[in-house]
């Protein structure tokens, strides 16, 4: 007895799990069917979408967008829209993300075989298209109810009132609300409006007051004193400050002075006076002592009241009195960088830091030195500067401009022209001043009477090194 229950109990269990694993492969075959594609039971808008991929599901929403038209009935007379003209889009990227929740994972995958889904579509709005729309709508009727209202005129000082108008107004939340119907449903169908005739909340009358105080508020003086000028702010600026916004029940305000965009200009009057802080550079040893300023640093200064006065402006010329202000400044100073200079550059004219180029033109020694850092690497080349009466010009420039040879020309001191062709090797540091090849000349070394227009009359060969050897930008100290 006791065996043939254990029998049968074996066999049982043996049912169970081979209907386990029939079950188990089903559902494996299954959820890799649906890996990709929209779940059974899934719907969009009461449109099923099973099986489909998602770029199926994605042109099938198109093309139900597409295909949606509504139908306003507007007092007998009929038009129509699609949904993108009446302001309204179906973001389909989060709508196809909703259908395809359920993918997952296996167990949700699996749920969609026992609870159905009907997603509704994921509608954005556009309100300006919208309401455009409905004006259109209400324009098909007739004569269209016009608020009046205050404008800037074209000459962008003087303000005007525009004129109202009694006449038909559509409910732009009826017509919204009947095109997200069709929309949400992505079906067709149809709307009846029916327009109500009114007479205008802001009259002719109002418009052109407010107009008025408008113009009295551009009328009133605003200046201010940055310490070196007065500013004014001009009638098209301070036009542009003012605003006049609708009470709760749509009759206007009084036309005021906007603290934002008087601020702004405060602001951008004071930017206009500030002075940047330029920073310094200090020369430095290897040690990290200061040596020399590189660069002389320049203090700054920022105004420090622009809210304060902004505020003020605002208060006093909306009580139509003329306003005048003063900036008040915080001085900013300088930091300094340090910039080390290279071993041997500490006694030089120029402390040229480790490696950079750099030219010596000493003009009390007639002679042009190459420098690398504190290195020489080229001279002393002897050399003729400009005569007395054209001397060649001291400062520290740099290199900007070269030609392999140039025909140079100019005006001799007594009045008359020069022109010497095929001057070889030209590099010009600042103006018409330049080194350059000299090989009508058959010494070097010397200054005095005699001498060039101002320009450095070097040998040839020297002239050469100088031209291929600098930089763009080289520094040339020329000095006594």
């Given at each position: 007895?006791l065996?043939?229950?254990?029998?049968?109990?074996?066999?049982?269990?043996?049912?169970?799990?081979?209907?386990?694993?029939?079950?188990?492969?089903?559902?494996?075959?299954?959820?890799?069917?649906?890996?990709?594609?929209?779940?059974?039971?899934?719907?969009?808008?009461?449109?099923?979408?099973?099986?489909?991929?998602?770029?199926?599901?994605?042109?099938?929403?198109?093309?139900?967008?597409?295909?949606?038209?509504?139908?306003?009935?507007?007092?007998?007379?009929?038009?129509?829209?699609?949904?993108a003209?009446?302001?309204?889009?179906?973001d389909?990227d989060?709508?196809?993300?909703?259908?395809?929740?359920?993918?997952?994972?296996?167990?949700?995958?699996m749920?969609?075989?026992?609870?159905?889904?009907?997603?509704?579509?994921?509608?954005?709005?556009?309100?300006?298209?919208?309401?455009?729309?409905a004006?259109?709508?209400?324009?098909?009727?007739?004569t269209?109810?016009?608020?009046?209202?205050?404008?800037?005129?074209?000459?962008?000082?003087?303000?005007?009132?525009?004129?109202?108008?009694?006449?038909?107004?559509?409910?732009?939340?009826?017509?919204?609300?009947?095109?997200?119907?069709?929309?949400?449903?992505?079906?067709?169908?149809?709307?009846?409006?029916?327009?109500?005739?009114?007479?205008?909340?802001?009259?002719?009358?109002?418009?052109?007051?407010?107009?008025?105080?408008?113009?009295?508020?551009?009328?009133v003086?605003?200046?201010?004193?940055?310490?070196?000028?007065?500013?004014?702010?001009?009638?098209?600026?301070?036009?542009?400050?003012?605003?006049?916004?609708?009470?709760?029940?749509?009759?206007?305000?009084?036309?005021?002075?906007?603290?934002?965009?008087?601020?702004?200009?405060?602001?951008?009057?004071?930017?206009?006076?500030?002075?940047?802080?330029?920073?310094?550079?200090?020369?430095?040893?290897?040690?990290?002592?200061?040596?020399?300023?590189?660069?002389?640093?320049?203090?700054?200064?920022n105004?420090?009241?622009?809210?304060?006065?902004?505020?003020?402006?605002?208060?006093?010329?909306?009580?139509?009195?003329?306003?005048?202000?003063?900036?008040?400044?915080?001085?900013?100073?300088?930091?300094?960088?340090?910039?080390?200079?290279a071993?041997?550059?500490?006694?030089?004219?120029?402390?040229?830091?480790?490696?950079?180029?750099?030219?010596d033109?000493?003009?009390?020694e007639?002679?042009?030195?190459?420098?690398?850092?504190?290195?020489?690497?080229?001279?002393?080349?002897?050399?003729?500067?400009?005569?007395?009466?054209?001397?060649?010009?001291?400062?520290?420039?740099?290199?900007?401009?070269?030609y392999?040879?140039?025909?140079m020309?100019?005006?001799?001191?007594?009045?008359?022209?020069?022109e010497?062709?095929?001057?070889?090797?030209?590099?010009?540091?600042?103006?018409?001043?330049a080194?350059?090849?000299?090989?009508?000349?058959?010494?070097?070394?010397?200054?005095?009477?005699?001498?060039?227009?101002?320009?450095?009359?070097?040998?040839?060969?020297?002239?050469?090194?100088?031209?291929?050897?600098?930089?763009y930008?080289?520094?040339?100290?020329?000095?006594?």
């Open positions: 007895m065996n043939k229950l254990n029998s049968k109990m074996k066999w049982t269990v043996a049912g169970i799990v081979v209907a386990v694993l029939v079950a188990l492969g089903a559902s494996g075959a299954y959820a890799a069917y649906f890996v990709h594609k929209a779940l059974p039971g899934v719907k969009i808008a009461g449109v099923s979408v099973t099986g489909m991929t998602r770029d199926q599901v994605k042109e099938s929403i198109a093309q139900r967008v597409e295909d949606t038209i509504v139908t306003f009935d507007v007092d007998g007379a009929t038009s129509q829209t699609t949904l003209d009446a302001g309204v889009t179906v389909v989060k709508t196809v993300d909703e259908v395809f929740e359920g993918n997952k994972n296996f167990f949700t995958e749920k969609a075989l026992f609870v159905k889904k009907d997603v509704a579509p994921v509608l954005v709005t556009d309100d300006v298209i919208l309401s455009e729309f004006t259109t709508l209400a324009e098909s009727t007739g269209v109810a016009q608020e009046g209202t205050v404008v800037l005129g074209g000459d962008g000082v003087t303000f005007e009132g525009t004129e109202a108008v009694a006449g038909a107004l559509i409910d732009t939340k009826t017509v919204k609300d009947g095109v997200l119907t069709q929309a949400s449903t992505l079906t067709s169908g149809s709307v009846t409006l029916s327009p109500v005739q009114r007479e205008p909340k802001v009259t002719t009358e109002d418009a052109a007051e407010k107009a008025t105080e408008a113009n009295a508020l551009v009328a003086d605003v200046s201010i004193n940055t310490g070196t000028e007065t500013v004014t702010a001009t009638p098209a600026e301070k036009a542009s400050w003012i605003e006049v916004t609708t009470n709760e029940d749509g009759s206007l305000k009084a036309p005021s002075v906007n603290l934002e965009k008087a601020t702004a200009w405060v602001q951008a009057t004071a930017e206009a006076s500030n002075t940047a802080v330029v920073n310094g550079v200090n020369n430095v040893n290897s040690a990290g002592q200061v040596l020399t300023v590189f660069k002389e640093g320049q203090p700054g200064k105004v420090n009241n622009v809210d304060a006065i902004a505020q003020a402006l605002v208060e006093s010329v909306n009580a139509l009195t003329a306003y005048s202000a003063e900036f008040t400044y915080d001085e900013v100073q300088p930091t300094y960088e340090s910039r080390q200079v071993e041997g550059a500490g006694n030089l004219v120029y402390q040229a830091a480790d490696g950079e180029k750099w030219i033109l000493n003009l009390s007639s002679t042009v030195i190459a420098y690398e850092g504190g290195t020489v690497v080229g001279g002393p080349y002897y050399m003729v500067p400009g005569a007395p009466a054209t001397p060649t010009v001291t400062g520290t420039y740099h290199v900007y401009l070269k392999a040879k140039q025909t020309r100019g005006d001799n001191v007594d009045g008359s022209k020069y010497t062709p095929n001057v070889p090797w030209v590099t010009y540091f600042t103006g018409s001043y080194f350059h090849g000299a090989p009508w000349r058959s010494s070097f070394g010397w200054s005095g009477p005699g001498g060039s227009h101002g320009c450095v009359n070097m040998p040839v060969e020297a002239a050469k090194f100088i031209y291929d050897w600098s930089d930008g080289t520094t040339v100290v020329s000095h006594y």
